[in-house]
């Protein structure tokens, strides 16, 4: 939103450029009209001075509606008051004209990314215990950095270790758990596994220490 048509070319014609989607508008009304036909603009660039309403009142509107967009001032004035009302009245950044392209686009990329959908962030699927990191987006196993391959059976068992670190987990609760509520088979099917999995992650199978025996019960994660 700007009054300007030489400033608001330029911008789109800048935003445009760096690949963005660009709805233009000249006045607070224009601006508000085309936010309410647009509800997925990510982030609004507001001029201060307008003729009709000032850019601070479009970004109050924004705010009062439950707007979640991003919202940078463009403000002529490089007074500390229109950065502080600007902030009061919910912006989240401001730029001082004349601004380069670069220093515009910046901004405008710097808040597109904190209010975007951004994707989880890779650590939240990442299940770390000593040597080994499971991660559960890619059901891969890592041991110092190496990959172990497992089956899906083994990697379901260790998923569930790595959730229950130093719980003893019974036979019949992995059976359970792994091969699902309905399955009749024998507990020796646990063991099996479980042989498994410690000739893939154990450095001394006769010495087990990261898969560990609960005598009489089941297994557990740790000592
Ligand atoms: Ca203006």
């Known amino acids: 939103m ?113 209010v975007g959908d951004e994707p989880e962030p890779e650590v939240r699927y990442e299940i770390k215990s000593g040597p080994f990191v499971l991660n559960t987006k890619t059901r891969i196993l890592s041991k110092n950095g190496e990959r172990v391959k497992l089956t899906q059976v083994e990697y379901t068992i260790m998923k569930m270790f790595l959730e229950n670190p130093g719980t003893a987990l019974s036979r019949e609760n992995i059976l359970q758990s792994v091969w699902g509520r309905d399955y009749y088979g024998e507990l020796k099917i646990v063991d099996v596994n479980i042989r498994r999995l410690r000739i893939k992650i154990e450095d001394d199978t006769t010495n087990p220490v990261y898969i560990t025996t609960v005598w009489g019960y089941g297994y557990k994660w740790g000592s």
Not at 56 to 81: D, N, P, Q, W, Y
Not at 82 to 98: E, F, N, S
């Open 2 to 114: 700007e009054d300007e048509s030489s400033i608001r070319g330029f911008v789109v014609i800048n935003l445009k450029r760096a690949g963005y989607q660009v709805v233009e508008a000249e006045t607070g009304e224009q601006a508000l009209e085309s936010l309410a036909q647009h509800p997925d603009i990510r982030v609004a660039l507001l001029d201060i001075m307008l003729p009709d309403i000032d850019g601070f009142e479009v970004c109050r509107s924004i705010r009062a509606g439950g707007g979640k967009m991003g919202i940078i001032m463009l403000t002529a004035r490089t007074g500390e008051m229109d950065k502080v009302t600007g902030l009061m009245t919910g912006a989240d950044d401001y730029v001082t004209k004349p601004f380069s392209p670069t220093e515009l686009i910046a901004r405008v990329d710097a808040l597109y990314r904190r």
